[in-house]
């Protein structure tokens, strides 16, 4: 679509560079901004520019991996599945949740997918169940921000005004985890209703988050040898459920405790 506000377009040479002027927005793949009308945009800084590694992973059994926000979705899951990673086994079936052309998933990037905080996010979905941390960049410095965290809601984000997300950085202990993934929807290729991700860590601990079905991620605890009923449980301390044609929030509850039960099996 053309964005028939825009005025300026300008490529960043460096950190120093990044402090938005009044009306400008950052750009990295642009899937969703050139996707509809941007009225409020007058100016775009393209990310893509800076030329950040899409694929950083440390030395040794203790380097955790940094992936950079400008990472292409296609590129991740070539990553992931190069580097034969037990706990990245899930990368694939996480973006390919998104249901989108092959043209898609060459531009959008994984910062875009998370920072756009829709609830079936397929990057948020693999982020948030490996517990990955982003590293947010802004006017005051650096900070680091759970993925569980910095989405908040429905297209709404902990980054404040002028911030972005430079990387997402997931520990060593994920990438060596057992992993499981469970989808919910309508129709085979419809959006996600459900989407949950589970892993099983060195030490024997159990986490699932999920997203889809809910506002914003969460993730569910469940120590190391979960029951039915503490499965139940949990989930049933979700608050608020996701309501929009692709699901209600009863059935989303409901699928969301199937594949919460079937993923816990999975990784016994």
Excluded at 74 to 103: F, Q, T, Y
Excluded at 181 to 209: I, N, Y
Excluded at 239 to 250: F, I, L, Q, S
């Amino acid at each position: 679509m053309d964005l028939h506000t825009v005025e300026s377009f300008r490529l960043p040479d460096g950190p120093d560079d990044l402090r938005l002027a009044p009306g400008e927005t950052w750009l990295a793949g642009g899937t969703w901004l050139f996707s509809e009308p941007q009225v409020t945009t007058t100016g775009l800084v393209d990310l893509t520019a800076l030329g950040w590694p899409d694929w950083e992973l440390g030395d040794g059994s203790t380097g955790g991996l940094t992936i950079g926000a400008t990472c292409t979705l296609l590129d991740l899951v070539a990553h992931a599945e190069r580097s034969g990673l037990p706990g990245l086994a899930v990368a694939r079936p996480c973006v390919e949740a998104l249901v989108m052309s092959s043209k898609v998933s060459r531009r959008a990037t994984v910062g875009g997918n998370v920072c756009l905080a829709l609830p079936a996010g397929g990057a948020t979905s693999l982020l948030t169940g490996l517990g990955a941390v982003a590293v947010v960049w802004g006017p005051d410095g650096e900070r680091r921000v759970p993925v569980a965290a910095l989405v908040t809601d429905v297209r709404r984000t902990a980054l404040g005004p002028g911030e972005l997300v430079r990387a997402f950085e997931v520990p060593r202990a994920s990438l060596d985890a057992t992993t499981a993934f469970r989808r919910a929807a309508l129709t085979a290729m419809g959006r996600s209703g459900a989407v949950l991700v589970g892993r099983r860590e060195p030490d024997g601990g159990v986490h699932v988050s999920v997203t889809a079905s809910t506002r914003r991620p969460h993730v569910l605890d469940l120590g190391a040898a979960p029951t039915e009923a503490d499965v139940a449980t949990a989930v049933a301390t979700i608050d608020r459920w996701y309501d929009d044609p692709h699901g209600a929030p009863d059935w989303r509850a409901a699928q969301t405790l199937r594949c919460a039960l079937e993923v816990v099996e999975e990784l016994a």
